[in-house]
């Protein structure tokens, strides 16, 4: 198992293209968290001005599968997650926090809040979801 | 309550920015079901070469919203979804069907189906999803 | 692994106490589908009338189960699902109709679909769920 | 809107014959927060001799519609939840702790995680949970 630390997991994000092409950063990574964030700008709307939602579901997905590299190292695969929408995300910059709630060898379950930071960096939780990451690595 | 048409339908995923991004078109539109569909390019793939999980996720999300607009009208509000990946997303178009299970004035419940169609038009089942919209439109 | 027919799932369901408090019965087991029925009775009621949400969602998790248990074998463990409402469960008999979406060695992915069933046979959607199952037979 | 309070609480609680068919009981009840409890005993198991998945699932069920209860007031619709779970459910007493995350006045979005207590008092995450919760009070 490959340890992951800050710097590999920015360079792992680096690898995505489509992370790149939303400008997604990672701005925490260790002990079970990990933090993505991305500032909002018109490209990443819909029609009303907001945060389109398939944003907020890339970021709680990718959020998810980072926090859960942090205990089932590197190799990983996304099961799946749920999200559930609170408000709409309006503000500066998109916060996904993912927190392992609990993992063995094979399997994490990843608890992620989405906030939305304003220019006067206030908060607003604009979304909430759960999900769990296998582990690609080989058993052994 | 406005009605909704293909024509109407695509004019409305083209005022969101973030479906431009990405490419986004609407093949289907209807009688509570709607297509997205998004080829695969590189910048929107992972580290693996593969479609990124959020572009499903992103892609679920709004077909569920779509087809949700062919029974609640055109102001509607995704509560949330659920999506289980199956398969890593390698082909050459993302297809996503949602097709609405349940509606009623306030609230559809919504499945989605999300297929990677080959070079040679084969259909591989990658993500499987299901969620649920509001009316935001105001009560009368 | 083992082998499961329709025989070996009722016995299985009658090893679950549970299944005995709730009289839940078997009516369809094999090729990656298996339907759970509940005949509705006061005990299993909300304080309206209807059956609870517990008694559906206890419907879907058990067919997920035992659909996935038609492609992984006896030896699985339920990930976990989620579940839609979609009108209050008012009639004779609850189905939870499941369905295996996709299936590897590790992991199946099952779709149920829930409805009641009137004293005159007619039926009515009353949830849709999903959830993912693992094998928890050990590798070879 | 009634107005829910402890006592209340139990009261609706009783009055749910499946919840009298579990023995479920409501340990907290407001600002947000609800917590709900199932003691093992030996008819509520599957064929293992843990907690069935489909008891804990009535739990989380039960203890979201409570907790949004304390912000939606008695008259609610839960719309649906998801619940992974994440160990076996062994221990003398179960405890589904359901928090309101947000909440309108239309519809509230709740997590809830589950434990399990052992005879010596050490609680074990066994599953989480979320789930929305819609508002069923008339419009005013």
Do not use: W
Not at 31 to 52: I, K, M, P, W, Y
Not at 65 to 86: K, N
Not at 104 to 118: E, H, I, K, N, S
């Amino acid at each position: 198992m490959q340890e992951l630390d800050l710097q590999l997991a920015r360079k792992t994000l680096e690898a995505q293209p489509f992370s790149r092409l939303v400008q997604a950063r990672i701005t925490a990574f260790g002990d079970g968290r990990a933090v993505l964030e991305v500032d909002s700008r018109t490209e990443l709307h819909q029609q009303n001005g907001f945060l389109h939602g398939g944003v907020l579901a890339y970021a709680a997905d990718n959020a998810i599968t980072f926090a859960a590299g942090t205990t089932l190292g590197a190799a990983v695969l996304t099961g799946g997650f749920s999200i559930s929408y609170v408000r709409p995300a309006v503000g500066r910059t998109l916060a996904a926090r993912a927190q392992v709630m609990h993992t063995g060898r094979r399997q994490a379950t990843v608890r992620c809040d989405l906030y939305v930071v304003g220019e006067d960096g206030e908060e607003a939780l604009c979304a909430i979801a759960q999900g769990t990451v296998l582990s690609a690595a080989p058993s052994s």
